[in-house]
């Protein structure tokens, strides 16, 4: 079964970063474009940033331009995303998803496959 695990969330204060990871297995990342969103309880799924399969362009979700950074190891099937100068309002669960196709319609968090989320918390 295809999967995508992610990794690396927790509790920070605000200013911190935090890394994510998301590992996919049994398919391969060169072919599917990759990316992350996230949702906050009572809050719509919000699309965070997308890495293109078909000619590597990254796209970012407003709120996190400047601060997020994604970045795809093909050696490993794996994204990470770095996320800096964290605030309260980045608080979600964080999904990292493919939209099943090999291109990014921006940040938009149009993903038909996801895994389970890793919960980031920003907070003093």
């Known amino acids: 079964q295809p999967r995508l695990v992610e990794s690396g969330g927790g509790l920070v204060q605000p200013g911190w970063s935090l890394r994510l990871s998301c590992v996919a297995s049994k398919f391969s990342l060169d072919n599917y474009a990759i990316g992350w969103f996230r949702q906050a309880p009572g809050k719509e799924r919000e699309g965070i940033s997308c890495?293109?399969?078909?000619?590597?362009?990254?796209y970012y979700g407003d709120s996190v331009k400047g601060r997020f950074t994604l970045s795809r190891d093909s050696i490993k099937n794996q994204v990470t995303m770095t996320m800096d100068m964290l605030k309260p309002e980045d608080t979600a669960v964080y999904y990292c998803?493919?939209?099943?196709?090999?291109?990014?319609?921006?940040?938009?968090?149009?993903?038909?496959?996801w895994g389970q989320g890793i919960q980031v918390t920003v907070s003093s």
């Open positions: 998803g493919t939209p099943l196709r090999r291109w990014c319609q921006g940040a938009k968090p149009d993903f038909g496959f």
């Open positions: 890495i293109s399969a078909s000619d590597g362009m990254i």
